[in-house]
């Protein structure tokens, strides 16, 4: 109730394995650096931002930053006056898992897989990545049986470099501002 924690429904499914994520943001930054935290002074924060703590939690930061914004989101993507329904996927049977995190499950028979990175400049995707997002997408779509047209939209920080692989399997891009628009 008090907006700290959210459920999200799995896809294809009620509430039966419902993720839930801690979503508050101020929340998870003092998890993540000032609980049990030993560093003081000034420029604490300066010295740990490029660190691998810091990417990681920028990274689900900015993912609960998108998730909060799935109406500006849908709205970006023109599909806004479509009737949806928003949920996660987790892989029951893929070994490294995938998870898919917003999925937006459209009445028009389309499925958007929304991919959300953080990242400090202009994002490339590369041919490892690409088939990445192609094995959660092949996933999604053998385990689940659906025979929805499947469609990947990147949301990125500051964009994404447009080369083969990004072409290949990236059906929308949106950025940081569409986030605020």
Known sequence: MSGFITKYAPFGRKFRNSLYQLTDPYS??????????????SNTWLNLTGSGAWQAWSGYAF?????QHSQQIKKALGIAGVYSEL???????SSPG???DLLIDRKDNVITV?????????????????DVLRTKIDGLR????TRKTIF?????TYGIHENEHALSVIQNSLTMDDLFS
């Open 28 to 41: 998870l930054f003092y998890q993540r650096f000032i609980k049990n935290s030993k560093a003081t002074g």
């Open 63 to 67: 993912e609960m930053v998108c998730q």
């Open 87 to 93: 949920s996660s996927w987790r892989s029951q049977t």
């Open 98 to 100: 995938a998870q898919i």
């Open 114 to 130: 929304c991919e959300m990175k953080f990242s400090t400049g202009v994002f490339t995707i590369t041919k490892a990545y690409a």
């Open 142 to 145: 053998t385990e689940s049986k």
């Open 152 to 156: 990947l939209a990147m949301i990125i």
